[in-house]
């Protein structure tokens, strides 16, 4: 079964900085996807950006980057220009081709200063 | 489209109730999923369906059962309900054969039991 960790259960950025969460994961497949999604405090759960395993480049989406390193099985997404509308829960989620299931790591809460 | 909705929002239940937790999507998904959120942790996987007619045990099932009679509709059952049921869930949806794999949550049930 897969595992996926998020070492750090909160962590906090002042607004228009850059903050990094952290995201490993362990598999021995080799199709597979991987998400982060963020919870605000509405519940409703929010795609952040997705990775497909099979590229080697790493996904953007506007103010958001992942930094894939497949053979460390490591996915981080960085924040830039923080938001206050960035403050929320942020889950990292691995989606097995083979078991056509979705793991969730722990999370890891975000608060942004102003 | 309305996406993903559940019914009800939130709901009290006494020890040793049934309730029956409705997800309906209209995005003609073929794979629907129930997840619960528990604090300080992930989603965990309680069923999931590959499509009408189909069901599957995930990660957490026991005290659960679920059924798919039609393909919009993924229905959750609590037979007897215990307060370690108590949690937040979520229904979600997903496209087969899609090139993202991303999953369309809804709004998340609250229900506690006493």
């Known amino acids: 079964a897969q595992t996926v960790t998020q070492s750090q259960p909160e962590m906090s950025v002042q607004e228009a900085e850059t903050v990094t969460l952290s995201c490993t994961y362990d598999?021995?497949?080799?199709?597979?996807?991987l998400f982060w999604y963020k919870q605000p405090p509405s519940r409703q759960m929010i795609l952040v950006i997705r990775?497909?395993?099979?590229?080697?480049q790493n996904a953007t989406e506007n103010r958001f980057s992942v930094n894939f390193q497949k053979a460390a099985k490591s996915f981080s997404l960085k924040i830039s220009d923080s938001q206050l509308g960035d403050a929320a829960m942020y889950f990292c989620?691995?989606?097995?081709?083979?078991?056509?299931?979705?793991?969730f790591g722990s999370g890891t809460q975000l608060t942004v200063l102003p | 489209n309305a996406g993903v909705t559940q019914t009800p929002k939130f709901r009290v239940l006494k020890t040793g109730q049934s309730m029956t937790l409705l997800c309906a999507q209209d995005?003609?998904?073929?794979?629907m999923y129930w997840y619960r959120q528990d604090p300080g942790m992930g989603l965990r996987l309680i069923h999931y369906s590959v499509g009408e007619g189909t069901t599957a045990k995930g990660e957490v099932p026991d005290g659960y059962n679920v059924s798919r009679l039609k393909k919009q509709n993924f229905l959750l059952g609590l037979e007897s309900a215990a307060p370690s049921q108590t949690s937040v869930y979520f229904c979600?949806?997903?496209?087969?054969?899609?090139?993202?794999?991303?999953?369309?949550f809804g709004p998340g049930t609250r229900l506690t039991v006493t």
């Open positions: 995005m003609n998904h073929e794979y």
């Open positions: 979600a949806s997903s496209r087969p054969g899609s090139a993202t794999y991303e999953q369309y």
């Open positions: 989620a691995y989606y097995s081709g083979s078991a056509r299931q979705l793991t």
């Open positions: 598999t021995s497949e080799s199709d597979y996807y």
């Open positions: 990775q497909e395993a099979y590229k080697q």
